[in-house]
């Protein structure tokens, strides 16, 4: 079983009602060329991540075409909610209505075999230009969350984990702070986000660093094409 990951695919219905190429001509066509790889490349048994962003639908009924468009995929799919789902319910409603392939983590974790995912959000990262004192107070409650989910996991038994986040809690130039390492200590694998794009692109951390695999996986930053994470 393979695991994957991709995010940010922002879909809007079919034709789109909010065309991804006002953001630049590599976004043209951009969903045809995510399912094209998609398809050529992923069997039923594997698993994709989809960390955030997904539709722009501002509720959950706008945002169904989209996940059933994603239901309609090869393999088992699982979510984060990134700043632009709008769409997102309650943890009870997605239990409820999600098509049958999707799952979803939000504060939690799930379990892919001897693999525990787990994750949360996450939130604006300290070194960028934007943060506030606000955004300050919710980064922590994010890796609060981020914590409690990993300990969830390790306290079930699990002890390969990879971490799912929209945002990155951790910039390039963050790799060797406290945070970072804090990850390591949990024996984290993977540690899994998008969100950046464009110049953003360069600030996040990608390779191994304190023994933790980094992977950006915004779609326009892997040419549209889904990343492959980990064989389990």
């Not at 953001?23 to 399912?35: T, V």
């Amino acid at each position: 079983m393979n695991i994957f990951a991709i995010s940010d695919l922002h879909l809007s219905g079919t034709p789109p009602t909010k065309p991804m190429e006002v953001f630049g001509e590599n976004w043209a066509g951009h969903w045809e060329k995510i399912c094209n790889d998609w398809h050529n490349r992923v069997q039923p048994q594997d698993v994709i991540l989809l960390p955030g962003d997904i539709s722009w639908g501002m509720n959950f009924a706008e945002a169904g075409e989209d996940l059933l468009a994603i239901n309609e995929l090869p393999g088992q799919k699982v979510l984060v909610k990134g700043n632009h789902d709008y769409w997102w319910a309650t943890s009870a409603k997605l239990r409820e209505n999600l098509p049958s392939s999707i799952t979803f983590i939000h504060n939690s974790y799930h379990a892919v075999g001897d693999v525990a995912l787990c994750g949360s959000r996450g939130w604006i990262n300290p070194l960028d230009s934007m943060f506030t004192t606000q955004d300050g107070k919710i980064y922590e409650r994010e890796k609060g969350r981020i914590a409690a989910s990993i300990e969830a996991a390790i306290k079930d038994g699990y002890s390969r984990i990879i971490l799912v986040t929209h945002y990155p809690m951790i910039y390039r130039d963050d790799v060797d702070g406290e945070y970072a390492k804090s990850l390591a200590e949990y024996g984290i694998e993977h540690y899994v986000y998008g969100h950046l794009h464009d110049g953003g692109i360069g600030l996040g951390p990608v390779g191994e660093f304190h023994d933790v695999q980094y992977h950006l996986v915004s779609c326009d930053a892997l040419d549209f094409k889904l990343k492959k994470i980990a064989t389990v």
